[in-house]
């Protein structure tokens, strides 16, 4: 049984989640400015922490029901208590997306684009409302959890199959039009780079046939991606794998946080960007970047300590009935 804890998984939580933020806050402040090309390079290269997120999700979660000692008679518990961790804050971060868009539509004289359907359908991830973009990774992440469930005990026992035979075959699914009904399958490569780095981690089945797996993953990836999120995707596995120091409480703060900002980063700090780009010099612009930077992650420690730690905590208490509990990573 696997106990150490991977201070690097906090680490790498950190780097994705304020890659996004660059990745939206550069757009925002992507041109009547005198460094309007570096805010378009963080607006093209941020958004890879996109890829940073699963490659860790597809190992995490694997890792967290092996420690468990999970098995199929689980899967109702394992969902109540993804729900449990991730389903308040979202809801609370949906109702803080609607009202300030909501502000914004009224400023500028709009029509608010969302009825009542769309916010209803918007609680189950069934609609993604261009007020809070962000949202959609959820759900490829929920429906990340529905197969990873379902296949985690299978995966364990025949990991070699798994390899060999398991793996061609969701790639090719990936590669069908499936992949436009269940958005999954889009990015399935990136969580299969995590689910192979845990069987390497976890040392089951045949070293080099997982090497050889993680290899081939990353060379499919190459010829269906760009270079840049295979690159970051690498280094991502590269880190969970291979790094083994501390991490300072302080670099590892924004991993701690690292939901909360991912969900209020987007109508906070672009809307504060937005709604003030327009009454400050363009030679002063730029200031806007570092001030949306530290006000997003005031109100996301603040979102993190008062809704989504609570969380955190009912999930912990939702336990496995005939196995021990070790609280989920």
């Known amino acids: 049984m696997i106990n150490k804890k991977l201070d690097s998984l906090e680490l790498l939580r950190g780097i994705a989640v304020i890659a996004v933020c660059f990745c939206h806050f550069g757009h925002a402040l992507s041109s009547g400015n005198a ?23 597809g190992f995490v979660i694997p890792l967290s029901l092996h420690k468990s000692r999970y098995n199929f008679s ?11 961790r991730l389903h308040p804050p979202y809801l609370f971060a949906l109702v803080l997306s609607f009202i300030i868009g909501y502000a914004s539509y009224r400023m500028r004289g709009l029509d608010f684009p969302e009825t009542i359907e769309s916010i209803l359908l918007s609680m189950f991830y069934l609609h993604i409302s261009e007020i809070n973009p962000v949202f959609w990774t959820l759900v490829v992440e929920a429906q990340y959890y529905l197969l990873i469930g379902l296949g985690f005990v299978w995966l364990t026992k025949y990991p070699r199959l798994f390899l060999i035979v398991g793996m061609p075959i969701i790639i090719l699914i990936s590669q069908s039009p499936i992949s436009g009904y269940i958005r999954l399958f889009e990015f399935i490569n990136y969580f299969l780079i995590g689910v192979v780095g845990f069987l390497i981690y976890a040392k089951l089945g045949s070293l080099r046939l997982n090497i050889a797996g993680l ?59 937005n709604l003030l780009v327009r009454y400050v010099s363009p030679s002063l612009s730029w200031v806007l970047f570092p001030i949306a930077i530290i006000l997003v992650t005031v109100i996301a420690w603040l979102f993190w300590k008062i809704i989504e730690n609570p969380s955190a905590e009912l999930s912990s208490s939702v336990k496995y009935k005939t196995s021990p509990q070790i609280a989920m990573v």
């Open 215 to 273: 290899i081939g993953i990353l060379l499919i990836d190459f010829a269906i991606y760009d270079l840049a999120p295979v690159v970051a995707s690498l280094l991502t596995i590269c880190v969970i794998l291979f790094f083994r120091f501390p991490i300072p409480a302080g670099i590892a703060f924004p991993g701690k946080i690292s939901y909360s900002l991912y969900l209020i980063h987007y109508p906070i700090g672009v809307k504060f960007i």
């Open 74 to 84: 689980h899967y109702g518990l394992f969902l109540l208590k993804r729900l449990a």
């Open 35 to 57: 460094f309007a090309k570096m805010f378009d390079a963080f607006h093209v290269y941020g958004a890879y922490g996109v890829q940073i997120f699963f490659v860790v999700s």
